[in-house]
């Protein structure tokens, strides 16, 4: 599947007051504008909506095909100016599912593509909604001056308590069925396997938990997986990191292309595409490689790339499916507790810091470098995440399964349901508990303040430039003069994307 170029994103409690405004009881179509702020990934432009701007009496006619007067137009361009945001329109149609566009739609967005490039300087973005509650989404692109282009969206997404996520069949095709994936379709139903086959997953941290979770969703059916991690195999990894072998240890190889060759030939998708992406989520083209993700799963316990994606499912609207492994032994040694939690985070959701899943006096040392250091490590408390060590494959695979678990009743929403909630299984003595509330943050935590703020707080993350990919001092004269070539084509490709990014 090719990388759609463009989204819409949106929270779930702006989603649901543009449902009430535009989907009207007597059956007519509304329409309303909205703004937006950017969210810029490594090859998606994403529209995150950030507020709405509802019509006062006299804003609009509604007479079956809803108008708007230019006074409406004029206020909402001005608040997309004064605070620094894109403009959106968005309207209804009496038709369920993806909506395309009449002549009349056409023109009215094609015919103020101009005045809204030319007080906001982005693109305006078009939304309509089916009666059913489908978004269809495109971007109005500048081509030349006083000329816009149409760019359709590949899918919009609502991101909340719940998820919705509606794609554009013309541009994110359903996935060809394909025997290989028989059981696993029936078992959901087509139509939910073409969304989860669809979503673009990132997994940060390819460790003992993030194979595992990267193995199930390419045997899902996944057509697009991102791999993030810039570890490498070490022989104290092989109780416990799927696919690696001895020689991977001996060669110190990237777990991620450990991952991702066998992802290859385990994927079950026809179409299926896998981005191996050796670096620290805190470097630029990993950040943006994430931000073009639909999911996230965090599969890294340290403090950092945990704050990240903390930050990312509030500022960019990309849930992020989230667990971890503590394990306490007895003080003659015996096993006194082996613990795993799941959960889901995102806007309207507990964050990774409300949870206790990462502590934020952390991350500054983390950025620091000081959390490779054995001494720095020994002086933490031995019951501190971060210090204790003990951890078995069947408890790995206990956990990623629960992730996925997580993930597959938040996409697939059986009976209605708005995924599960945040669990934790104490192995001693064997009992889940299920975490309810409080449904939210604490009222101390600023994560609430970061919601569809996109880009704008790409500065306050300490993103790095990408650093030289260090070559691996055990390779072969032969190979390290591969991976340097490598190594330029990658630089060389990501400089180009840069300058049609900038040409765009
Ligand atoms: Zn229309
Ligand atoms: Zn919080």
Redesign the pocket.
Known sequence: MSTPSHSVAMDGELAQAARRHLIREDGQEDLCFALWRPSNGGTRKTAILCELVLPNAGDRQVHGNASFNHAYFERAIGLAFSKGCGLAFMHSHPGPGWQDMSPDDIAAERDHAGASYGGTSLPLVGLTIGSDGVWSARFWERVQRGKFQRVWCGSVRVCGTGFQIDFADRVCPPPAENRKQLRTRTAWGASAQAKIARLRIGVVGLGSVGAIVAEGLARTGIETLVLIDSDRAEEHNLDRLLHATSEDARLSRLKVDLAGEALEAHATATNFHVDRVPRHLQEQSAYAAALDCDVLFSCADRPLPRHLLNVIAQAHLIPVVDGGILATQTKSGGLLSADWRSHIIGPHR?????IGQYDQGLVAADREGLLDDPKYIAQLDKSHPLAARENVFVYSAACASAELLQLLSYVIAPLGMEGLPRQMYHSVPGILDSEYSPAG??AH????QFLAAGDQVNSILGIEPDCELPTNTRDPIWARFLHGVANRIRQVKTSLRALARHLA
């Open positions: 507990r964050c990774l810091a409300c943050c604490d935590c600023l994560m609430p």
